[in-house]
T-cell receptor, first 111, second 112 residues
């Protein structure tokens, strides 16, 4: 199993839709998880951190299922500006925990 | 809002030449990282740096690569003899407590 796997996408959704992305990770010792957003040819930007069962920030909800080693990101009421690639990121739980990135899921929100 | 800054934004170099990519991490951060992203591919870890030494490195980070923190603010990545396959976006990142990392805008390296 790859370290971090994400839905391949792309997801094309209309404005106002609710969309969910899934991510699985292989290392059961991982304790913290992140969702980053990356616009085309730009740097990854932190969207949400997940340390316990989940986190909610406005229209964005992240949920963690440790038993299934699964993280999800839910976006409600999608905006055109949500169009980006969403990266599931899991630190390797050893040493200075470099981040392991998934390949990302591309989201296009259309008018 | 504090941010990680990288220079140059774009570097074009001839194969075999040395390049130095520069980064100024967020000032109170203690952990520093270099990542790279080949066009169309995922972000890949290169190296992490803490307490003035390398703490982790990936298989990509071979003898052609080195990192330095020459003064209290800059963090550099040197590629000694560039290859065509080194062409990528190189991101510097820093973090305060070894958790979420904040990324610079990146340096696009093109080896010709």
């Amino acid at each position: 199993r790859k370290e971090v796997e994400q839905d391949p996408g792309p997801f094309n959704v209309p404005e106002g839709a609710t969309v969910a992305f899934n991510c699985t990770y292989s290392n059961s010792a991982s304790q913290s998880f992140f969702w980053y957003r990356q616009d085309c040819r730009k740097e990854p930007k932190l969207l949400m951190s997940v340390y316990s069962s989940g986190n909610e920030d406005g229209r964005f909800t992240a949920q963690l299922n440790r038993a299934s080693q699964y993280i999800s990101l839910l976006i409600r009421d999608s905006k055109l500006s949500d169009s980006a690639t969403y990266l599931c990121v899991v630190p390797i739980p050893s040493g200075n925990t470099p981040l392991v990135f998934g390949k990302g899921t591309r989201l296009s929100v259309i008018a | 809002e504090p941010e990680v800054t990288q220079t140059p934004s774009h570097q074009v170099t001839q194969m075999g030449q040395e390049v130095i990519l520069r980064c100024v991490p967020i000032s109170n951060h203690l952990y520093f990282y270099w990542y790279r992203q080949i066009l169309g591919q995922k972000v890949e870890f290169l190296v992490s740096f803490y307490n003035n030494e390398i703490s982790e490195k990936s298989e990509i980070f071979d003898d052609q690569f080195s990192v330095e923190r020459p003064d209290g603010s800059n963090f550099t990545l040197k590629i000694r003899s560039t290859k065509l396959e080194d062409s990528a976006m190189y991101f510097c990142a820093s973090s305060s407590q070894n958790t979420e990392a904040f990324f610079g805008q990146g340096t696009r390296l093109t080896v010709v």
